[in-house]
C-alpha cells in the first residue's frame, strides 16, 4: 500500500508493503525519474515504457516484471533483482549494474552502453552473447568501469 507518491520519492507502509508490485506504470516518464526508491519492491509490476532515468534503485525487485522498452540510462541498480523480467528494448546506458540478478531475457535489452556489470549475476552461457554486441562499449561515468571489462569480455 502505497501511502504518497510525490516527483522523485516513495512512501510506503513499513511491515513489507508492495511497494509498486502488480501496479500498472507503463508509459510513465516523471514518477521514476532522479527519485530515490532503494530496496523498493516492483515484483510483477508493468512499465512498457516507463522512464527511470537516473533513478537510485538499489536492491530495488523487479521479478517477473513488464520492462519492455523501459528506460534505466543512468541508474544506479546495484544488487537489484531482474530476475524472470522481460527485458526486450530496455536502455540500460550508463547504468550501474554492479551485482544485478539476470536471467536470460537480459539478452533482449536494447543497450549496454557505458554500463558496469561487474559482479552481476548473469548465466555463464549469457555472458558469450553480450561480449559479442556492438553496444557493449564505453566506460561507465560514475564507477569508471569498462562496459567490456566488467563483463569480463575477452
Known amino acids: 500500500l502505497v501511502v504518497g507518491l510525490e516527483k522523485g ?6 511491515g513489507g508493503g508492495k511497494d509498486f508490485a502488480s501496479k500498472d506504470w507503463s508509459g510513465d516518464d516523471q514518477t521514476f ?3 530515490s526508491f532503494i530496496g523498493k519492491d516492483f ?4 512499465a512498457r515504457e516507463t522512464k527511470f532515468t537516473g533513478a ?17 540510462s543512468g541508474c544506479d541498480l546495484r544488487g537489484a533483482s531482474l530476475e524472470g523480467a522481460s527485458l526486450k528494448g530496455a ?31 548473469i548465466p555463464p552461457f549469457l ?13 561507465n ?7 567490456r571489462e566488467s563483463l569480463m569480455c575477452e
Open 9 to 14: 520519492s516513495a512512501w510506503g507502509i513499513s
Open 33 to 35: 525519474v532522479g527519485g
Open 43 to 46: 515484483s510483477g509490476a508493468i
Open 56 to 72: 537510485d534503485l538499489r536492491g530495488a525487485r523487479f521479478f517477473k516484471a513488464d520492462l519492455r522498452e523501459a528506460d534505466f
Open 91 to 121: 536502455n540500460f546506458a550508463g547504468a550501474n549494474l554492479s551485482e544485478a540478478y539476470f536471467t536470460e531475457s537480459i539478452t533482449e535489452a536494447a543497450s549496454f552502453t557505458d554500463a558496469d556489470l561487474s559482479e552481476a549475476f
Open 127 to 139: 555472458v558469450t552473447k553480450l561480449c559479442a554486441r556492438p553496444d557493449v562499449t564505453g566506460v
Open 141 to 147: 561515468k560514475q564507477t569508471k568501469s569498462a562496459t
